[in-house]
Structure formats: C-alpha cells, structure tokens
C-alpha cells in the first residue's frame, strides 16, 4: 500500500460543467502521475509531476490541467467536461524519488459525464 | 501508435495449469512493469524488471525480458481462480516519465 487515496471515487457531471479529481499520497514521493483507462486502450497518460510546482503534458494532456501546490497533493482538472473525458482516471506515484521505479496506483475515480 | 502489445487477448485455463501472457513493444525500455487487475477494481503492481534483467521471480510469477527481441513474458504457475484478472504490460521507454501501457491478457481459470 503506497498510501495513495482519489477523490471522488464516483462522479457524474454534465457536459461544460469543470471538474477537479484530488490524488493524496501520504510517503512524500517526488513523482505523481494521472491515467485514464478506457476499453480498448489500456491506461494513458494524461500529465505527470516531478516536484510541487512541476509538472508536464503526457500523451493524452488536450482539455486537462494539472496542479501541485504541495506535495502531497497531485489535481487534476477537467475545465469544461466533454463526454470524451468519461473514464476512470487513475493517480500513481513512482517509488524512490526517481521515474524508474515501481509505480504504485490508486484505486481510481470513475467519472461519467452526461 | 501502439508501443505495447499484448498476446493473447484473452486466455482461459483450467486450475493447477500455468498461464503465460507475452507483452511486445517497438522501441529502447528503461524498465518493464506486470500489472494484476482485477474487475472494476484498481491495479496491483507484481514485478519489475529493469532492461539489463533477463529473468525475475516473485512466489508463483516469473518475468523474462528478451531486449534483442523487444518482448516479455509472464508466468504465472500453478494457476488458481483467484488469479482470474486482467494483467497488463507497462514499459517506461527510454527518454520518458510515465509508463506505457500494453492493452492487456484478460485470464479466465476454469475451476
């Protein structure tokens, strides 16, 4: 267990409503990544960070931001939510201090929207 | 395009019998990671294994990593029903942060 929690665990929104998914971890670790995982694709990265204040785009960033004001906490924000945003969304951490060990995941947010 | 690929898609078994699922990627691998998945549920991380590894065991798991042909295998020995799971593949590819995700072996063991 790498202490990591999300919240919320379940949302529904509406199209053009924003939205904010929290990632907690509670072991200080430097790097922080957000996931979505859909059928058919596997997970994706979406934004990482490597610091409070630092982040950077993944392979899937078009219409999410990320912030990390302390280190403990990892957002991730959906400005305006399309129906292409519908997934379950999944926050990891990266034992060490370094990208290249194990990456432990939270349980997951599944987020729906109308 | 898809860097990982997973083979077979789907593989069910009888208990007792061992399972094997191969991941394939395209490019130069930092390391390569085995996830357990269980429905609806959050992934479980099994092993690690580092690009200079050939070969690493955890209880009834075994990862090889054959770099020259850019593919690993899991074995999962002695299968049991609750190994049924979705396992997926995860490369950190050289030059990258996060990990690249293969679309997963969804296991069946037949009781």
């Known amino acids: 267990d790498a202490g990591i929690t999300q919240s919320p665990r379940h949302k529904v929104t509406e199209t053009g409503t924003p939205v904010t998914l929290r990632c907690h971890q509670t072991?200080?670790?430097?790097?922080m990544y957000w996931y979505r995982q859909d059928p058919g694709h596997g997970l994706r990265l979406i934004h990482y960070?490597?610091?409070?204040?630092?982040?950077d785009k993944g392979e899937v960033s078009d219409g999410y931001s990320v912030s990390r004001s302390k280190t403990e906490d990892f957002l991730l924000t959906l400005e305006s939510a399309t129906s292409s945003q519908t997934s379950v969304y999944f926050c990891?951490?990266?034992?060490?201090?370094?990208?290249?060990?194990?990456?432990?995941f939270g349980p997951g947010t599944r987020l729906t929207v109308l | 395009s898809q860097q990982g690929e997973e083979d077979p898609q789907a593989l069910s078994i009888q208990e007792g019998e061992n399972a094997t699922m191969n991941c394939s990627y395209k490019t130069s691998i930092n390391n390569l990671q085995w996830y357990r998945q269980n429905s609806g549920r959050g992934l479980v991380h099994l092993i690690l294994i580092r690009s200079n590894e050939r070969e690493k065991h955890s209880g009834r798991l075994r990862v090889t990593l054959d770099t020259s042909k850019k593919s690993s295998s899991l074995l999962i020995t002695a299968s049991r029903a609750a190994d049924t799971a979705s396992y997926f593949c995860a490369m950190l590819l050289a030059g990258a942060d996060g990990l690249t995700f293969g679309k997963g072996t969804h296991l069946i063991i037949q009781p």
């Open positions: 990891a951490i990266s034992e060490s201090g370094t990208q290249y060990n194990e990456q432990f």
């Open positions: 960070s490597y610091g409070v204040k630092d982040t």
């Open positions: 072991e200080n670790h430097r790097y």
